[in-house]
């Protein structure tokens, strides 16, 4: 699995986090001041990476969490019909089918940035 594992206290907003066993990019991170027996406590939100659902979860700062890896890949449209656009990895020539984005106008030769997290691929940039 490309995961590697951090504490809670170094997440940042805008960066990954796998929560419910999805990646999510951080919208929030908050703490709370620890308690008389306690540890200082982080609130998380985010949402998911590539099914778009907000998640959270709240955790002692000194937790240690699972960062996925998402790779960030160039490539061109090679064509495209109704929603689908044929993509050419621009580094391992590799083609496959992906899903415009609602707000995308793709057309063939467009070159596009992508992510990809364990067979999941998302355009991120047209």
Partial sequence: MPEQQKEVRDLQEGSYVMID???VEINSYSTAKPGK????????????????KKRNFSQPVDAKIQVPIIDRK?????????????????????????????????????????????????????
């Fill in 37 to 52: 027996h306690g540890s200082a406590k982080a609130r998380v939100e985010g949402r998911g990476v590539f099914d778009d």
């Fill in 74 to 126: 160039q490539g061109q449209v090679v064509s495209t019909s109704g929603d689908d656009a044929q993509i050419m990895d621009l580094e391992t020539y590799e083609t496959f089918t992906m899903r415009q984005p609602e707000d995308a106008d793709l057309s063939p030769d467009d070159e596009i940035e992508y992510l990809e997290f364990e067979g999941q691929r998302k355009i991120v940039r047209s």
């Fill in 21 to 23: 066993g999805a990646p």
